[in-house]
Nanobody, 114 residues
């Protein structure tokens, strides 16, 4: 059974870059056919798909976040990473890494505040 675990800072200052890592166990991120995504949920709002990285390494981003988002991977560590640049308080949310869409990490809270 695949398990995902997010890690990264819980507090980021405005204008800085938010970086989160998802460590995957129980299954390879290069396994054919699987896509690995980042999804967030701001307080009191719904889930927002941010983007994903395919088993092949191809990436896809939400149009609304594309200019600020980058997803990469380290296959030697079976990890994939989110970078979100120029953050504002509106980026405060719980961030989840997901194997689309059957396996979810527990989520990590990120607050953007000075």
């Amino acid at each position: 059974q695949v398990q995902l675990q997010e890690s990264g800072p819980g507090l980021v200052k405005p204008s800085q870059t938010l970086s989160l890592t998802c460590t995957v166990s129980g299954g390879s991120i290069t396994r054919n056919g699987y896509y690995w995504s980042w999804i967030r949920q701001p307080p009191g709002k719904g889930l927002e798909w941010m983007g994903d990285i395919a088993y092949s390494g191809s990436t896809y981003y939400s149009p609304s976040l594309k200019s600020r988002t980058s997803i990469s991977r380290d296959t030697s560590k079976n990890q994939f990473t989110l970078q979100l640049t120029s953050v504002t308080p509106e980026d405060t949310a719980k961030y989840y890494c997901v194997r689309e869409f059957d396996s979810w990490g527990q989520g990590t809270q990120v607050t953007v505040s000075s």
